[in-house]
């Protein structure tokens, strides 16, 4: 699964909103969304003229984005020419998370499975492509602790979480070539599966075992197990829980021992 080493807090956003208007000018409402996206990509906020060049938009139209989303409470200006996320943006992100009941129920398998395993756990949904953290514990002692945040993504076909719930959405090899098409699956190191082959193989062994494993597919050093959680529904998972590990600290073989064990432990949290 799942990240770790000090990196820039902007590793696991999304992409950009210009990547994702395909190249196309942004105008009116896309504009301030574009702007507003790539403000919450900066924890340390930004400047006038880097947000400027993210959006690839002239600073007197941002100004008027900016603007836009400061009489909203999405932004606020904490030094001249300098802007963060404004508070109302915070309370509505947090009031939402809060409020989910997968976030809620799964919490304390988490938390129970971090203090266990000395590790961090973390619950992620799939999203097209990728997969997006819901909810995450730290353990509660560790000198080294693994920097995905919630709402942070990561390619499904590179994570443990990802492979789990393709696995259970792409029920035989023939979904699984369909499904992988013409997509460029991102070799994120040397272990990451990359072909429709490769994935065919790997899934079916998912199936097959119940859980999936990370081997340094995703990041350098790390590795998981990733179990299914059915918090809605018997027949289809709503998504997965990782053990996600810094491997000089827990070798992945004391994981995959542990996956019955974990298998169970979310399964009685599920009810």
């Not at 139209?61 to 989303?69: E, G, K, Q, S």
């Not at 915070?90 to 129970?112: E, G, N």
């Not at 560790?142 to 919630?150: D, E």
């Not at 990451?192 to 990041?219: K, S």
Request: proline share 8%; net charge neutral; charged share 25%.
């Amino acid at each position: 699964m799942d990240t770790t080493r000090p990196a820039d807090p902007r590793a696991t956003a999304p992409a950009s909103p210009v990547e994702d208007a395909l190249g196309e000018r942004l105008v009116g409402a896309d504009r301030v969304l574009a702007v507003l996206r790539d403000l919450a990509a900066r924890p340390e906020g930004a400047g006038l003229d880097d947000l400027s060049r993210a959006v690839a938009s002239p600073k007197p139209t941002v100004h008027r984005a900016l603007a836009a989303l400061r009489r909203a409470g999405l932004a606020d200006q904490d030094a001249p020419g300098h802007y963060v996320l404004g508070d109302e943006f915070l309370r509505l992100a947090f009031a939402h998370h809060a409020a989910r009941p997968d976030h809620v129920r799964i919490a304390p398998v988490l938390q129970r499975l971090a203090a266990e395993h000395g590790e961090s756990t973390h619950y992620a949904v799939l999203d097209g492509g990728d997969v997006v953290y819901r909810s995450k514990v730290d353990p509660p002692s560790g000198a080294v602790r693994l920097t995905s945040t919630v709402g942070g993504r990561n390619p499904a076909h590179a994570t443990g979480v990802g492979k789990l719930l393709l696995a259970f959405a792409l029920p035989d090899d023939d979904a699984v070539r369909a499904w992988v098409g013409t997509r460029t699956l991102e070799r994120r190191t040397p272990r990451t599966r990359t072909t429709a082959a490769e994935l065919v193989q790997e899934l079916a062994r998912v199936r097959a075992q119940g859980f999936a494993v990370d081997d340094e597919e995703n990041e350098p050093g790390i590795g998981c197990v990733a179990v299914p959680a059915f918090l809605t529904g018997p027949h289809a998972p709503s998504g997965a829980v990782s053990v996600s590990a810094v491997l000089y600290r827990t070798p992945l073989e004391r994981l995959v021992a542990a996956a019955p064990a974990i298998r169970a432990a979310v399964a009685g949290g599920d009810a």
